[in-house]
């Protein structure tokens, strides 16, 4: 990848290398509860789930925006529960403007 900036390619270096490891690190944690995936396999169950926003007009002519997970299908709430990590990610989130 090239990068008009030295700085700019070790942060990306960086960033890569972070997320290698972190990947390495979920796919032990998962081996020592049975599930054995290769990279391309766990991107593919966690490509799934999806957060999305909805957007409502209220009476007083505000405007609602509603932002949640959708609902973890089961091969990914496996994994979840595998990892100890909530099946709905980031909770729901209201924001009126």
Known sequence: MFHQKDDRAEGHLFITVLAYQMVQAIRRKLAEQGEHLSWTGLREILSVQQRVTA???????????????????????????????????????????
């Open 55 to 97: 957007t409502f007009r209220q009476r007083d002519g505000r405007t609602l925006h509603v932002r949640k997970a959708t609902v973890a299908e089961p091969a990914l709430r496996r994994l979840y529960d595998a990892l100890s990590i909530d099946a709905a990610p980031g909770g729901v989130q209201k924001h009126t403007v």
